[in-house]
Nanobody
Framework: QVQLVESGGGLVQPGGSLRLSCAAS????????VGWYRQAPGKQRELVAS???????NIADSVKGRFTISRDNAKNMVYLQMNSLKPEDTAVYYCHADRILMYGGTTYRDYWGQGTQVTVSS
């Protein structure tokens, strides 16, 4: 069994910062690309940032220069550092893994966490 658990969300004032963490647990051998997505009320889920197993990053234009994605493969952790937050960044943020390979050979594809709420408001 594998789990993706997000943490670090909360309420922050405009211009503030938050660091989201995504922890993958289980007997994990490797994880391919991991992405952070967000979904605001009444809107479609959108990709915010992604990072490959080798460290190649893709950042949405709407957050470029403000958000940074990183990962620690040894700890099966992925992070999203969010700076200069704006009210329009308010959303539920989800961690997503393209493929998770477990010891023993089980493969999980298109795997999502439960999400963490980020609210940017004064």
């Amino acid at each position: 069994q594998v789990q993706l658990v997000e943490s670090g969300g909360g309420l922050v004032q405009p211009g503030g910062s938050l660091r989201l963490s995504c922890a993958a647990s289980g007997s994990i051998f490797s994880i391919n690309a991991v992405g952070w997505y967000r979904q605001a009320p009444g809107k479609q889920r959108e990709l915010v940032a992604s990072i490959s197993s080798g460290g190649t990053r893709n950042i949405a234009d709407s957050v470029k220069g403000r958000f940074t994605i990183s990962r620690d493969n040894a700890k099966n952790m992925v992070y999203l550092q969010m700076n200069s937050l704006k009210p329009e960044d308010t959303a539920v943020y989800y961690c997503h893994a393209d493929r998770i390979l477990m010891y023993g050979g089980t493969t999980y594809r298109d795997y999502w966490g439960q999400g963490t709420q980020v609210t940017v408001s004064s």
